[in-house]
């Protein structure tokens, strides 16, 4: 290719980027907010509106308000363009969503795993998200891809390495879902996923250090700096469910002993509830919920275990935001006062002062849909040009 054209060619893409960007973030606009917004002049935005109109990722939408002149049309992206695939694989759950490309769930499919070896698990997961794709509307680009946040540690080719409490060893899973699904697939630590999803379209949405708790039954944490995903130097960090909080503890599938979370997760907490005969999470927060003093406690136990480790996040990170998710954020009523005695207690003032804790605002859903933004980060990365 020659060198000038291609640097053109380049230019080109990159433009294009930043207006779909600009309209993506702050639409409606029009071409003359659009060239403000971007420093880019009024004939170059016109052209490039025209050919994102044309590719149907964006839509003119009638007229805004006049500044002076004729009234100007307004640009907005097409949010149902195409349609993305998030889905959560927890240890005994596989949850799916499908969402429009600004991550609004259109439809939900929900299956309980029954057994935890990967082949069975690929197959509810295959079944699970073909259910999904049977309800998507037509639209332009179809489905763009999936995201899979899993509990467990993963690298860069999307295999999970090591999944204690999955007991999973060395699963090429991009690899395998993307032949069974025949889309692209985008894979990471569920923990990180729930992360972006606060971040993108939950209680993170202001702050830019964020350190998301994924309290199932595991814990895991995903860890943003500066409105950066913290991933570490392999791509491993936030295991944080195996800090050692006990030097002689109990015994965690991971081979070492006083884990956090074999204290202040949800197994740790049905493990403790076996002498009231209750054997699901859901029973225990019913429990609660009627008012049963021995499950309070037992909420209120774990609560104070979460809230040591909380406190060392705080000291260690100084974070704006602690948020709160997963399962455990059902149990918010009875762990919160916990929680929150105990990190004033142990946390340096400093720290503690500007530190928030919250409990995720998507309840359950914050690592599925982190998933799906990765899925649809994929497909804008791949169809057009990250900046």
């Known amino acids: 290719m020659n060198t000038t054209t291609g640097d053109q060619y380049l230019v080109k893409k990159i433009n294009k980027a930043i207006v779909l960007d600009a309209i993506r973030k702050h639409g409606p606009l029009s071409r003359a907010q659009l060239s403000d917004l971007t420093g880019l002049n009024k004939g170059t935005v016109s052209t490039l509106a025209g050919e994102l109109i044309e590719e149907k990722l ?9 500044s002076g002149g004729r009234k100007p049309v307004m640009l907005l992206f097409n949010r149902t363009a195409g349609y993305a695939v998030g ?43 073909k259910a999904l794709i049977a309800q998507a509307p037509e639209s332009p680009y179809g489905i763009v891809g999936a995201g899979i946040g899993v509990a467990g540690i993963v690298d860069d080719k999307g295999t999970v390495l090591f999944a204690p409490n999955l007991e999973w060893e060395n699963v090429e899973l991009q690899r395998l879902v993307q032949d069974a699904l025949g ?39 995903g860890i943003v700096i500066g409105k950066h995903l913290m991933k570490g130097s392999g ?24 884990c956090w979370e074999q204290y202040a997760s949800e197994r740790a907490l049905m493990d403790m509830a076996k ?27 774990v609560g104070e275990s979460l809230g040591v480790g909380i406190a060392n996040i705080v000291n260690t990170f100084n974070p704006e935001l ?59 990365a791949k169809e057009r040009v990250t900046l």
């Open 87 to 129: 889905i959560d694989l927890g240890v005994r759950y596989a949850l799916a969503v499908l969402t429009d490309l600004e991550g609004r769930i259109v439809a939900e499919e929900q299956r309980e795993l029954e057994r935890r070896d990967a082949d069975y698990a690929l197959d509810v997961l295959a079944a699970t998200v």
């Open 235 to 258: 791509g491993f960090s936030g295991e944080i469910g195996h800090t050692t909080i006990e030097t002689n503890g109990k015994k965690c599938p991971c081979g070492n002993k006083g």
């Open 275 to 301: 002498p009231l005969g209750i054997e699901r999470f859901d029973g225990l927060v019913e429990a609660a919920c009627q008012g049963s003093p021995e499950a309070i406690r037992l909420f209120h136990e």
């Open 58 to 66: 964006a839509s003119e939408i009638g007229l805004g308000r006049s």
């Open 183 to 221: 889309i692209p697939v985008a894979i990471d630590n569920e923990a990180n996923a729930g992360a972006l999803g606060e971040m993108y379209y939950g209680a993170g949405k202001e702050a830019s250090d964020i350190v998301y708790l994924s309290v199932g039954t595991g814990i895991g944490a």
């Open 322 to 380: 602690v948020v709160i998710g997963n399962q455990m954020t059902r149990a918010e009523p009875w762990i919160r006062n916990a929680i929150e005695r105990v990190v004033s207690m142990r946390s340096l003032p400093f720290h503690r002062r500007q530190a928030q804790i919250r409990f995720a605002s998507l309840d359950t859903h914050s690592a599925v849909l982190g998933a799906a933004h990765y899925a649809i980060s994929a497909f804008f």
